[in-house]
Structures are given as C-alpha cells and as structure tokens.
C-alpha cells in the first residue's frame, strides 16, 4: 500500500540533535551543550538513562582498566558525583582500586562489582539507584540548557544528498519534524543509521528482563550465608536479581522486530513473575520478600551495529589509535583497554551523522566492553563535542580536527592515554 503524501510541521530548530536520551544520548547533549551549540535531545519514552535506568543496569562497569588506573572520567565521572551528593550509590573507595584481597573482592561481588574469572581485584565499579539517576539526569540537562523533548518517537528522516535536514518524530501530535545541522544517533538501535541507508550489522541475542526484590531482612548477612544469584543495593532490605529470572526464553529475538520483541514481553515478564512467586517460599531470607520493580525496558544487549569508517575488533585490545576519542576498559578482564578511534562513530556516507553508545562501529567481541555504560557515556561525550566543534568551524564532522577534539575533550575532564592530543 501507499500514504498518501501528509504535509508535517516543523515544530523546531537546532544546532545538534540527539536521538534517544539513555547513557549516551544523555553525555551527547550536555557535552554538545557545553561547547555552545544549541542543543535538543528527543527521547520516546518519559525518563533519561535508557536501559541504565528503565532497564534496572544499575551498574557502572567499569571505570578502570582492572588495574587500579581510572580510564573513564568526564561526564560518566560526574554523573557518579551527582548521584553521590544524593547517597545515591555505591563503590569502592579509590586507595582499594587494583587490590587482590580476598576480603575486599567478596565484599564489592555482593554488590555487583566483580565479574570474570580469578584473579580479580577490586575495580572501580559504581552501584546506584535508578530513580536517583532519573531524577538527576531531568536536572543535569535542565540547568546545562538542553531542550529535552520526551514522547517522541524518531520515525524518519529527510535527506538533501548526504546530509540530513530533518528528523521525523511521531507522538499523540502527530508526525512533527525537528529541522538541524548535526544529528547524533543514540537510540541504541541505531535507529537514525539504519533510516539514512547507512552499513550495519545486526545480532540477535538473548533478552533479559532485571527485577528487584524489597523486604528481605538483611541482604549482606544472607549473602554472606551463602545466598546467591542476587546483590545489594543502596536500600537497605532490597536486592537486584541481575538478569532476571533463573532460566532464559526459548530463542534469541531481533530487537528491532517489534513481533520478537512481542513475544519477549511477555515471557520474560512471565519467567520473573514466576520467580517473585518461588522466592519467598523456597529462599531463606525471602519469606517477607515483595516485587519492588521489573524493569520497565527489556535487557537487550545488541542490535543494529554501525559499519562506520572503522570497525573496532577484538584484536585492537591495548591497540593504540591516532584519532582515541574514548577508552574502556573490560569489565570481565584485567588490565586491558579498548581505545575507541574517533571513526567509530562515523557513518561512511552521511555528512552531518554521528553516532554513540552501543550502537556505534564496532564487532560483536569488541561490543562486548564499549556497551557498557561508562563506555556508553565516554562515546556519547565525545560525539557531543565533536557535533560543537564541527558546527563551530563550519566543518563536517567527518573533518573535524582530531586533535582539537581530544584537547577539547580532555580540557572537559575526559580521560585520554598520554600524548593523545600530540602534545
Ligand atoms: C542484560 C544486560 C546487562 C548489562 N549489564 C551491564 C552492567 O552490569 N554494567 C554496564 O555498565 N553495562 C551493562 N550493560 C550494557 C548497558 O546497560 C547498555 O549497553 C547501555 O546502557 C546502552 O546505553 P545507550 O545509551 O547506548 O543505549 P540505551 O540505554 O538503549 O538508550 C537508548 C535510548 O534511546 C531511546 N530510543 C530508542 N529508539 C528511539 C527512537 N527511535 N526515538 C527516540 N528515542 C529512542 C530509548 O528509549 C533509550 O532511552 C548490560 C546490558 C544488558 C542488556
């Protein structure tokens, strides 16, 4: 069948528009915000964080390089201090950072912090509230003065050549369009990417759905009893049960398929309702024990991948980069780092597109460490000031300076290897 033709509004205008408003998206806009530009992030749902908050992924993992070396700072930084003013979260103090105690590695695996196989140490890994991260975010962008435009669903886009003039999004108004110079992809899916007829590559995985219990008498003394499967949070007598129930759903789902993603609501949703029911009755600990929350977004670890201008592999573990815009470290390894290129996060044909979060150039083992959150925050930052200065030198960002990007993004408080400015 065909549409016929509708004529749709232009309801605004911006120097960068960012697209989907979880862990990158969010480090886009302030970062973008910051340099100048004039900034509007759009988010379908009614919250920022994505699947770092709606998702119940309550955990940073990580922010070192499991050597006891910080190797994301920035904005990912700042948010752990915003959410600490507020008690907020959790981790370990920086003098415990690389150490190998088995008393100290026990204490932070009950929290969520320790993952991977022996020998560990303990990381710098942050644990944290949901709502608190809401909530901060809603005000971060509010006094950073970004537009924030929720329930709007990006649907199309328009194209003059290889450059996007306008986005299209779809909400109980209708179909309205946001005309911009600089469009940053980080819905997580790659929705923009995909709209524009950019490469990509699609996994199909494995949902999960987190939940968190409330009323249990004392988390840490039945862990420390032996009880696992489950970690503490920052409530006192609530737990979170990573990954959500025991089992898992009968196939992996397509999570741009709405019909997959149909059919894993409702299992999954099933699966761990069927475990609240078990718990109380078959878990010491839990007789008391009641359903706080199931997290509102299904857990999706992958899906649309950009082919960018560099694909990083699993190979470019400890590689350096010329063009390093960001570095993870592995939140099951020790002592290694991703660097991320700067063209990760460029599309091959589109001027005016940059990409961030999990969504960005990478292979299906190097995914594995950039689609972490503070991963997601240091290539959501990064995208955010290259838009700014790109628009600030009439420039695309495809020819953005990449020195005066890392500069930028080091005089912002981003962590980059020495000499990555070539200073
Ligand atoms: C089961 C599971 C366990 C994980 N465990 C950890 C962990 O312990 N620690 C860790 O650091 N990381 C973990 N991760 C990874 C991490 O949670 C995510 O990769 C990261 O949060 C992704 O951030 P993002 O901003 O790229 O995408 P998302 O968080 O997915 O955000 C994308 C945002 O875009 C919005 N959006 C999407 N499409 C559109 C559209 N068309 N229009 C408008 N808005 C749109 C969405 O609503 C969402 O808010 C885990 C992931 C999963 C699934």
């Known amino acids: 069948m065909e549409l016929p033709a509708q004529r749709v509004p232009v309801v605004a205008r911006c120097d960068v528009l960012v697209v989907g408003g979880g862990s990158a998206g969010l480090a886009a806009a302030i970062a973008a915000r910051r340099q100048g530009a004039d900034v509007i992030l759009v988010e379908r749902y009614g919250y920022l964080g994505g699947l770092a908050s709606g998702g119940l992924i309550v955990l940073l993992l990580t922010m070192d390089d499991g050597a006891g070396r910080q190797v994301v700072a920035g904005l990912c930084q700042e948010l752990v201090e915003r959410l600490e003013t507020r008690g907020g979260c959790f981790y370990p103090p920086k003098g415990d950072w690389g150490d190998p105690s088995a008393e100290l590695i026990e204490r932070y695996r009950r929290w969520g912090l320790v993952w991977g196989s022996a020998p560990h140490r303990v990381r710098y890994s942050v644990a944290y509230d949901p709502e608190e991260f809401k909530l901060v975010a809603n005000q971060w962008v509010q006094e950073a003065g970004v537009r924030l435009m929720y329930h709007r669903w990006a649907s199309d886009l328009v194209l003059d050549g290889d450059r996007i003039t306008h986005v299209v999004f779809t909400s109980k108004a209708g179909r309205q369009a946001i005309a911009c110079d600089t469009v940053i992809d980080s819905s997580g899916d790659g929705d923009l990417f995909a709209l524009a007829g950019e490469p990509f590559e699609l996994e199909q995985v494995h949902p999960w759905l987190w939940f968190r219990m409330s009323g249990i008498e004392d988390v840490e003394a039945l862990q420390e009893a032996g009880g696992d499967g489950f970690f503490r949070t920052v409530r006192a007598g609530q737990a979170l049960m990573p990954w959500g129930a025991a089992g898992r759903i009968d196939r992996r789902i397509d999570a741009t398929n709405p019909d997959d993603l149909t059919h894993a609501e409702i299992e999954c949703r099933r699966m761990v309702m069927e475990e609240v029911d078990r718990l109380p009755g078959q878990t010491p600990g839990f007789e008391q024990a009641y359903l706080t929350d199931i997290a509102l977004t299904l857990g999706i670890t992958e899906s649309r991948r950009l082919v960018g201008r560099y694909v990083l592999r699993r190979e470019d573990l400890d590689q350096p980069f010329d063009d390093v815009v960001a570095v993870t470290g592995h939140w099951t390894k020790y002592g290694c780092v991703y660097q991320i290129p700067y063209r990760s996060l460029l599309p091959q044909r589109i001027d005016n597109l940059l990409a961030a979060g999990r969504c960005i150039s990478v292979d299906h083992r190097a995914h594995h460490a950039t689609k972490e959150i503070p991963a997601c925050f240091a290539t959501g930052e990064a995208a955010g000031v290259a838009a700014?200065?790109?628009?600030?030198?009439?420039?695309?960002?495809?020819?953005?300076?990449?020195?005066?990007?890392?500069?930028?993004?080091l005089k912002a408080g981003a962590w980059l290897p020495d000499g990555a400015d070539n200073s």
């Open 388 to 409: 700014a200065l790109a628009l600030r030198a009439n420039l695309t960002p495809r020819e953005v300076d990449v020195s005066a990007l890392q500069r930028a993004l």
